[in-house]
């Protein structure tokens, strides 16, 4: 069977791939590591995500996007090539139609990068679109109606916010603080607390199993190992739930602003709208301990996580893959 569609929810930190009558054929880290000698591609994905923190001089792992828009169009390219013909197979001679996921706020000349790059790693024709209306279309909502829904789409490089009605984005707002500015949070938090370095992994290892949105009554607890850098040696460490709710705060605090903002540029009826149904989350970084409550609590709107929040956009993607023609006029944008 020959796939001749593919869509890619192209994140900051994973890539997931969804092929109709397959699903979702591909759910990895956006990462590529390069033997730099030759700047040949040696490993893409998990392989690649291994790979951090822990090569010699000559192999560099890298993230090809950044804040949720390409930063290095060569890696980029490499890594589409990689997951396109993962996805159609090494011996399909059609070229797929594809279909990318852009942050809300991406310039025209990002969108293009992301276009060619798409075409150039051996797509037959790229369409992007926005991911707030992918999310949307994954989490099950009605873009198409009149009323007003209001999605909160928190992935790696980006927070995206967005009003949608009558198959359009209304309002929106775009902030590039997400689940890589939580890392960074928290590694700067253990550094300043403790004394201990320690790098992306154990960083993110923190966040999946003790990271909450809010404090919590029974404390949850992790333990982890860094370096000390007072006598420079390894050193244990437990921080708990608690503690990265504090270091996080600040972060979420940013990223509800950005919703009251986009509130202050809705119209009135669309508004009421929300407050009735309430505010969608989706996207990884959304799965956060009681994220859901922080923004009901911050926002005084009932707030619900979307089902499988990290594959929304994904799944956004294989409905429009699924009608094409009927969305290609309103969201996509060709090349």
Not at 64 to 91: Q, W
Not at 227 to 238: A, H, S, W, Y
Request: aromatic residues 6%; charged residues 20%; hydrophobic residues 45%.
């Amino acid at each position: 069977m020959f796939t001749r569609r593919i869509g890619i929810d192209l994140g900051t930190t994973n890539t997931v791939v969804f092929a109709p009558k397959k699903g979702f054929v591909i759910n990895e880290p956006t990462i590529v590591a390069l033997n730099l000698p030759d700047n040949s591609v040696l490993a893409v994905g998990k392989e690649a995500k291994e790979m951090i923190g822990r090569t010699p001089g000559d192999i560099a792992a890298y993230r090809p996007l950044k804040d949720g828009v390409v930063a290095d169009y060569y890696i980029t390219r490499a890594m589409l090539k990689y997951f396109i013909n993962r996805a159609i197979g090494d011996f399909n001679v059609f070229k797929p139609d594809v279909v990318i996921s852009v942050p809300a706020g991406i310039t025209a000349t990002e969108r293009r990068a992301v276009m060619n790059a798409a075409v150039e790693a051996g797509a037959k024709r790229a369409y992007v679109v926005r991911e707030p209306l992918l999310a949307a279309l994954g989490a099950g909502i009605t873009i198409n109606s009149s009323s007003g829904n209001m999605i909160i789409n928190i992935g790696g490089g980006t927070s995206e916010v967005a009003v949608i009605s009558l198959g359009g984005i209304v309002s929106w707002s775009s902030l590039r603080v997400a689940g890589n500015k939580f890392d960074e949070a928290i590694i700067g938090y253990v550094k300043k607390k403790y004394s201990i370095s320690i790098g992306e992994q154990s960083a993110e290892a923190i966040k999946i199993a003790v990271g909450s949105a809010l404090p919590l009554k029974n404390k949850l607890e992790f333990q982890f190992r860094g370096r000390n850098l007072i006598t420079g040696l390894p050193k244990d460490l437990v921080i708990t739930s608690n503690e990265v709710a504090e270091c996080l705060n600040p972060l979420l605090i940013d990223i509800a602003s950005s919703v009251q903002a986009v509130f202050n540029e809705t119209p009135p009826e669309l508004v009421a709208d929300i407050m009735e149904k309430g505010i969608i989350l989706s996207g990884g970084s959304s799965q956060l301990r009681n994220a859901d409550e922080f923004f009901k609590r911050f926002l005084g709107v009932q707030t619900y996580m979307a089902e499988d929040p990290i594959l929304c956009v994904a799944k956004g993607s294989g409905m429009v893959l699924e009608h094409l023609d009927v969305y290609k006029r309103a969201l996509l944008n060709k090349n």
